[in-house]
C-alpha cells in the first residue's frame, strides 16, 4: 500500500491511476511503482542517486601500468593495482 497525506492506495490503483492522468507517458507497471515505493521507503526521497565514480588514474600511472604488464603480461590487475600508488580503486 502507498500512502500519501490520509490516502492509501494499492499499487495496482497507483498504476491505473498513472495510466487515466498521464496517457501521454510510457505507461508504468507494477513492478516500477514497487521499486519506487521501496526506494522511498528506504532513503525517503525518490531522486535519482548517483552511482560510484570510476577510479581517475593520470597519465604517468597509465603509462606505469602499461610498461608492468609488458614486464610481466600474467600480472593480475588487482596486483598492479596495490603495487601502484597513485591508482585510485
Known amino acids: ?3 500519501h ?3 492509501a492506495r494499492i499499487q495496482c490503483e497507483v498504476v491505473r491511476l498513472f495510466r487515466e492522468t498521464h496517457p501521454d507517458l510510457p ?3 507494477q513492478g ?3 521499486k519506487i515505493e521501496a526506494q522511498y ?3 525517503g ?6 552511482s560510484e565514480r570510476q577510479a581517475v588514474v593520470d597519465d604517468d600511472t597509465k603509462l606505469n601500468l602499461l610498461l608492468a604488464l609488458e614486464e610481466n603480461p600474467i600480472t593480475p590487475a588487482r ?3 596495490r603495487d ?3 591508482c585510485i580503486i
Do not use: F, Y
Not at 45 to 50: A, E, G, Q, S, T
Open 41 to 43: 521507503r528506504e532513503m
Open 45 to 50: 526521497h525518490v531522486r535519482k542517486v548517483p
Open 79 to 81: 596486483q598492479l593495482a
Open 27 to 29: 505507461p508504468l507497471n
Open 84 to 86: 601502484s600508488a597513485h
Open 32 to 34: 516500477t511503482i514497487s
Open 1 to 3: 500500500m502507498i500512502r
Open 5 to 7: 497525506g490520509d490516502r
